[in-house]
């Protein structure tokens, strides 16, 4: 029998497997936007279907830039509150 050594990968497997098993999803981490520190298509997905008439009203605001607005919004935000705060 090998023995098998203790590693990050490992460590962060097993954390993700009963992360998944607990009801978590997953996420693809070529999604995570670096500059925005966030998952965009997520944020959008969410903010579209739980206030729908308010994003509506940006969209008549910001046209087809909505969403880039909304998520640069977003980010800054955070960054100067904090993401509990936002």
Do not use: A
């Not at 954390?15 to 607990?22: A, G, N, R, T």
Request: glycine letters at 4%.
């Amino acid at each position: 029998m090998v023995p098998q050594y203790p590693t990050e990968k490992k460590f962060e497997d097993h954390i993700e497997y009963h992360l998944i098993q607990s009801g978590y999803d997953s996420v693809d981490t070529t999604l995570y936007d670096k500059d925005l520190c966030l998952i965009s298509t997520q944020v959008l997905e969410f903010i579209k279907s739980t206030q729908e008439k308010t994003y509506q009203k940006l969209e008549q605001q910001y046209g087809n830039i909505t969403d880039t607005q909304l998520l640069k919004r977003i980010s800054s935000e955070i960054t100067n509150r904090g993401v509990i705060d936002v």
